[in-house]
Each structure stands twice: as C-alpha cells, then as structure tokens.
C-alpha cells in the first residue's frame, strides 16, 4: 500500500518539537507545532497550508517569523489552529512589524483558537495590512478540521495551561489495483487522481472518465479500487502527567499508525514530571501500548538525558512492547 501521509520529526529528540506532514501526490504539507523550523527547506515551507500548534511556549511557536516570511507572497491561504489565546500571539507576532508595502500581496492567515466547546475564528490579511478581523464562531465537537481526504480531531488537555493534542486520520484509503488495470488496458495517469477523488467525495456512480479516447462510468472503473483502513497519525507533547490526561489521551490516538509523543523525563523522575508538568518515557510506552498504536516515536527529551538517550528509549519500548 502506498500511503497517503509521510510523517517525519523536523528536528533531533533534544531540540524543538515539530512533526512535517507531506500529503503525498498533492503537493501539500502540514506541520505540527512551530518551534524552530529553519531545516526545512523554502520549498517544503510553501507547501505548508495548516499549521496545530499545541501551544504558544517558543519552543512551540517560535518558528511562525520563518513560516510567514517563506509563504509571504504566496496565494495559497495560511491556516494556524491552537488553544486559547493563539488569536491574540498570531496578533502580536504580525503587529510586531510595519506592513505599509503589501497591500497588493494576497497572503490569507486565518487563525482558528479552540476552546472547550467553541472554535473562535479570526482573520488576518495583507490586503489589510493583517488587521484582524473576526468570523462567526463554530462549534467544537472534537473534530477540527474535515476534508474528503482526512480529518484532524483534538482534545484540550494541561500543561498548567490549556494545550492541544491532535490526530490526523485519512477516512480510508484507496489502492489501486495494477493487474485489474493492466487486464483491462488502462494506463497510469493524472486520471487515477481524479477517480479517487470522485470516490472520496461520494460522486454519482454515473460521473465519466475520459481514458484513452474512451469514456468509462465510475461504476464501471471501481473494480478496480479497493477500499481499506487509512493511515493515522498522532502528536502529542507537553502534558501533564495526570490521570484526566491519559483518560483523554487514548480515545484520541487508538489505532494510530505512529504516535509521535514527548518522553520529557524518566519514570525515576516523576516527581520533576509532575512539577514541570510533562510526560515520561514510561507514560508515553503506556499510552502507545493502551492505545494499540502500531508504531511509538518518542522525542522532546529533558536536556539532562544528553548522556543517558537510551534509557529514554529503553523505557519507553519496554512500556511500550512489555
């Protein structure tokens, strides 16, 4: 199966979190949180359309001055998503300079704060020299955001503040079958595109396709798509190691295919864990293992593991594995 989503950490375990999501064959990325992002190329920056933050600490959030400078003069709209208050730093980050000359410029940033049960949406436009500007709030039901191709859900948990965890789950994923396709001499094509897109967005079964100057039904092509589970990737950092989080955790990152999680201290550690509100290696194997995720990647460790990395690891995987 060639998968839809190709998930990677932008930086190393000690360093800023950050995951890059490419959505592969649509030119498109998302990035989850938005620390330092100065590895990632001006390239894979453009493709960036939705930015989850997990909240506005500057390890979590520094990075936007490199994101908004690489997507400047782009036409593609910006979208941010985040706790409470991610309005009001996305304000002060863009109040933070003057914007006389970029009136004709058509970047969008539409900035979406989520509360409890509400998503307040704001705007901020350089037509307007992003002045903010506000929409009508939507309801918060847990999913955060739909498209045919995936959804991404989250839960507001506590880092002493409110944070955000997410989910990226594609609602199933299409394959393609290569023997069926041959059989009936059809070639490979931008066309295959646009048929599990029809499919994704549930068109009729008498929609055409025009193959090789021959016109096709949908009906008459699916035979040739098979349906199975999509891919699905978690993120989760920066949570207080209490009970109403893991209670919140799980139900959020069942079934991940991988599940990026912070492992900040060692079980040894707990007491620290819990003063300076973060997961440790042993919780986050614990959540991977009660979750049924098929794949745990660890990262943003405590500085003072730079000389004992394994134990993290080691922790972890034997929570994880048994």
């Known amino acids: 199966m060639k998968p839809s989503f190709h998930a990677r950490p932008v930086n190393g375990p000690f360093e800023d979190p950050c995951v890059y999501v490419r959505i592969l064959r649509e030119k498109r990325a998302l990035l989850f949180d938005l620390g330092y992002i100065g590895r990632l190329e001006l390239g894979n920056l453009l493709k960036v359309t939705d930015v989850f933050v997990t909240h506005m600490h500057m390890d979590h959030f520094a990075g936007f001055d490199t994101l908004l400078r690489g997507v400047l003069k782009r036409d593609t709209p910006l979208r941010i998503f985040g706790p409470e208050n991610i309005i009001q730093c996305v304000g002060g980050k863009l109040n933070g300079y003057t914007w006389n000359l970029i009136k004709d410029y058509p970047l969008k940033i539409d900035v979406f704060e989520i509360n409890k049960d509400s998503i307040s949406h704001a ?24 498209e045919p191709l995936f959804k991404i859900q989250g839960v507001l948990l506590t880092h002493q503040i409110p944070v955000m965890a997410y989910s990226l789950e594609e609602e199933f994923h299409i394959n393609i079958n290569k023997a069926i396709l041959t059989e009936k001499e059809l070639p490979v094509g931008p066309w295959l595109s646009d048929l599990k897109k ?16 021959k016109i096709f039904t949908l009906e008459e092509l699916m035979e040739i798509a098979t349906i199975t589970k999509g891919q699905k990737i978690s993120y989760v950092m920066d949570v207080a190691p209490s009970d109403e989080n893991m209670g919140k955790i799980i139900p959020l990152v069942k079934g991940s295919d991988i599940l990026f999680c912070e492992a900040y201290f060692l079980e040894k550690d707990r007491d620290r864990a819990e003063e300076r509100h973060h997961l440790t290696a042993a919780l986050a194997g614990k959540i991977a293992r009660e979750a049924n995720v098929g794949s745990l990647e660890i990262m943003h460790f405590s500085p003072k593991y730079r000389h004992s990395v394994d134990e993290l690891y080691n922790e972890a995987m034997k929570e994880f594995k048994g």
């Open 123 to 146: 705007g901020f436009y350089a037509e307007n020299s992003f002045r903010k500007v506000m929409h009508p709030t939507m309801i918060f039901d847990g999913i955060i955001k739909k």
């Open 198 to 213: 029809a499919i994704r967005e549930q068109r009729s079964e008498e929609i055409t396709f025009e193959i090789n100057n």
